[in-house]
């Protein structure tokens, strides 16, 4: 018989990448709004702004413009600070299209020289919103990854 206790787990994106820098500059290229301003939106798009409460009940804000001048605004509370091993807080877009609160825990594993970021979103409503975040992440992580090498 099957175990119906344990819903299964279809509410989240988990993207993992590897950057060659110690946990303790991946997390502060994660926190730092200089550095946010160099990955923190995908692709062509571009943060305008990124305000950053690191503490526990603090808010971030990233403000993002595409390349065609649509604008969007991010919005979110921290939950949990480990410096430099661990982030999580809230999630929510407040400009249209909007959708619910969810929630990111980003991961600092130190391997030898490199360190590990894991990104997992969870709490994401649906099938599109999965896809879209998905995509996102890659888009950022890619630009993060880059930060690195470049010496940002």
């Known amino acids: ?13 988990v993207i993992r990448r590897t ?5 303790e500059k991946a997390f502060k290229a ?6 946010i301003a160099h990955w923190g939106a995908p692709g062509t798009s571009v ?30 509370t921290y939950i949990e600070v480990d410096a430099p091993h661990k982030l999580v807080y809230t999630w929510r877009w407040e ?6 609160e969810s929630q990111v ?13 894991i ?4 709490m994401l409503a649906d099938d599109t919103s999965r896809g879209n975040h998905a995509d996102g992440w890659n888009g950022c992580l890619d630009k993060y990854e880059k930060i690195f090498s470049a010496k940002v």
């Open 1 to 13: 018989m099957a175990n119906t206790d344990t819903p299964a787990i279809t509410d989240l994106v």
């Open 19 to 23: 950057v060659p820098a110690s946990a």
């Open 30 to 35: 994660w926190t730092d709004p200089a550095a």
């Open 47 to 76: 943060i305008t702004r990124a305000d950053v409460d690191l503490r526990v009940g603090g808010r971030f804000v990233q403000h993002m413009r595409a390349a065609n001048g649509f604008e969007r605004r991010v919005t979110g």
């Open 95 to 100: 400009l249209p299209p909007e959708e619910n």
């Open 105 to 117: 825990t980003v991961e600092f594993r130190q391997l030898g020289d490199n360190t590990e970021v």
């Open 119 to 122: 990104v997992t979103h969870a």
